[in-house]
C-alpha cells in the first residue's frame, strides 16, 4: 500500500499567478501520475512523472502550463502557471503499486 | 485507445434494496478494472479490483463487482444499502497490454449514489 500527502489541501489564487502543489509518498514508486478533476466531473490524466526523466503529458496538458519535477523516487511537485479562473479544480498525485492505484487528498484550488 | 462508461450519471436506491452501479469497458488487449469511492470533500478511495480469476471480486464496506467479459461489464453492486453509501463512484480501466511501460488508468465520468432513507 502507499500513503501519499499533498500541499496545499486547498487554496484560492488570483489569476495570472502560479501554485506548485507537492506531493509525498511513504514509499519508492518509479511513476507518479497527476490528475485533474473539475468541478462535477472525472479525473483526467495530465502527466506521468518518471524519476529522472521529462514528465509525458496527456492530450491538451503542455509543459509550459503544467511543469513537473520528479527529483527523487518518493516526491513529486506539479506546478498550474498563470493560472485562470478555468483551472479552479481539484488536482490529485496518485501511484501505482502492485496494480493498484493510490491517490492522495487532493488539492482544492479555486482562481478568482 | 481504452474507455470506460458509466451510463448513469445517478442512481437512487432505498435505504436496505440492493443496488448496481453500471459500468462497460474498452481495452485492445485484457483488462485491469477498478472502482473508487469519493465521499463529498474527500479524495479518492479504492473499493475493489478485479485482475484475473473469479469474476465475483468482493471488496470494501460490502461491495462487490462482477466481471463480464462477453458484455465488457463490470457492474458494482451491494446487497443492501446504506445511507452511508451514498458518495460519487467512479469506475476505472488499465489495459494489461499497457501495463509493462505506461500504467495509465482511465477513469469513467462517475454515478452519483444517493442512498434514500
Known amino acids: 500500500s502507499a500513503v501519499i500527502s499533498q500541499k496545499p489541501s486547498r487554496d484560492i489564487c488570483q489569476r495570472g499567478t502560479s501554485l506548485t502543489i507537492q506531493c509525498q509518498v511513504d514509499s519508492q514508486v518509479t511513476m507518479m501520475f497527476w490528475y485533474r478533476q473539475q468541478p462535477g466531473q472525472s479525473l483526467t490524466l495530465i502527466a506521468t512523472a518518471n524519476q529522472g526523466s521529462e514528465a509525458t503529458y496527456e492530450s491538451g496538458f503542455v509543459i509550459d502550463k503544467f511543469p513537473i519535477s520528479r527529483p527523487n523516487l518518493t516526491f513529486s511537485t506539479l506546478t498550474v502557471s498563470n493560472m485562470s479562473p478555468e483551472d479552479s479544480s481539484i488536482y490529485l498525485c496518485?501511484?501505482?503499486?502492485?496494480?493498484?492505484?493510490?491517490f492522495g487528498p487532493g488539492t482544492r484550488l479555486t482562481v478568482t | 485507445a481504452q474507455s470506460v462508461a458509466q451510463p448513469e450519471d445517478q442512481v437512487n436506491v432505498a435505504e436496505g434494496n440492493p443496488l448496481t452501479v453500471k459500468c462497460t469497458y474498452s481495452?485492445?488487449?485484457?483488462?485491469?478494472l477498478f472502482w473508487y469511492v469519493q465521499y463529498p470533500n474527500r479524495g479518492l478511495q479504492f473499493l475493489l479490483k478485479?485482475?484475473?480469476?473469479?469474476?465475483l471480486v468482493k471488496g470494501s464496506y460490502g461491495f462487490e463487482a462482477e466481471f463480464n467479459k462477453s458484455q465488457t461489464s463490470f457492474h458494482l453492486k451491494k446487497p443492501s444499502a446504506l445511507v452511508s453509501d451514498s458518495a460519487l463512484y467512479f469506475c476505472a480501466v488499465r489495459d494489461i497490454a499497457n501495463s509493462g511501460g505506461y500504467q495509465k488508468v482511465t477513469f469513467g465520468t462517475g454515478t452519483k449514489l444517493q442512498v434514500i432513507p
Open positions: 496518485s501511484v501505482s503499486i502492485a496494480s493498484e492505484q493510490y
Open positions: 481495452v485492445s488487449g485484457n483488462p485491469y
Open positions: 478485479y485482475i484475473t480469476g473469479d469474476n
